[in-house]
């Protein structure tokens, strides 16, 4: 399958997923993983109007993503983001080349990311990351470690958050799979209730290839997919 077949099929998941919920599909981002995908094939997908993408490595970052074009396209609005577990002392070299880093899971990133904002006199959004389905590999805040992080946040203004992300339990059991994106999204409004997060950061980001109409039925706004577009990786 091609990849503008690909994401045809991936559009047509996430516009069934919406209408049978009444919700509208237009409200659901859809950002590529483009992690182990050389530039051509990231290309390809820009170019049919899919410029919002992530990648997981800073590597991968700094050697694929100044080589993109942008394109007069646009389904999805064109943005690079950073997903995958960043060590602090990779801030400033991925720092030019991402708008958005949705894994913001701890004080010593966040503060490292806003003295490289102050020091650009830029903001970057971020996503602040939770781990709710309690399996130990995976990355993100601790639930209980959600609240007190918030509160470092207030501190670092130029960090603009716009909501929370989550990778899901990765199981085929669909209770299990939709608890964990239904727990994030009620900490999402804990915590602007408690105003401890802006009331315009209600985005979640939340659902994969494998899941996305459990994670959109749970209120997810962006989906983040890779396999499902650009084929299984090696
Ligand atoms: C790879 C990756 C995805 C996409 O996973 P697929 O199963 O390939 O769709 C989403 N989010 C993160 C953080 C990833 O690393």
Not at 29 to 37: G, I, V
Not at 72 to 89: E, R, S, W
Not at 114 to 142: D, P
Not at 212 to 228: C, F
Request: charged share 25%; aromatic share 6%; proline share 3%.
């Amino acid at each position: 399958m091609s990849i503008q077949n690909n994401l045809n099929q991936i559009l047509d998941r996430i516009a069934k997923a919406a209408q049978s919920l009444g919700r509208k599909p237009e409200d659901i981002l859809l950002l590529l993983a483009t992690k182990t995908q050389p530039i051509e094939r990231i290309q390809e997908a820009i170019d049919l109007g899919f410029g919002l993408i992530g990648e997981n490595r800073a590597q991968e970052v700094t050697d694929k993503f100044p080589h993109i074009q942008r394109s007069d396209k646009a389904v999805m609005p064109y943005q690079q983001h950073f997903i995958g577990h960043l060590q602090t002392n990779k801030v400033r070299a991925i720092f030019p080349y991402v708008q958005c880093i949705q894994s913001m899971d701890r004080a010593s990133l966040a503060e490292k990311l806003h003295a490289e904002c102050e020091k650009h006199n830029e903001t970057r959004e971020i996503f602040v990351q939770v781990n709710v389905s309690k399996e130990e590999s995976k990355q993100g805040l601790a639930t209980d470690q959600f609240f007190p992080f918030l509160e470092t946040l207030q501190e670092l203004p130029m960090l603009k958050i716009r909501g929370l992300m989550t990778i899901g339990l990765n199981a085929d059991d669909e209770k299990s799979v939709r608890e964990g994106y239904a727990h994030l999204r009620a900490l999402n409004e804990q915590a602007i209730t408690q105003g401890l997060m802006p009331n315009t950061a209600t985005e979640l980001s939340m659902g994969m290839s494998h899941d996305l109409e459990w994670a959109i039925a749970e209120g997810a706004t962006m989906i983040r997919v890779g396999s499902a577009i650009f084929g299984e990786r090696k």
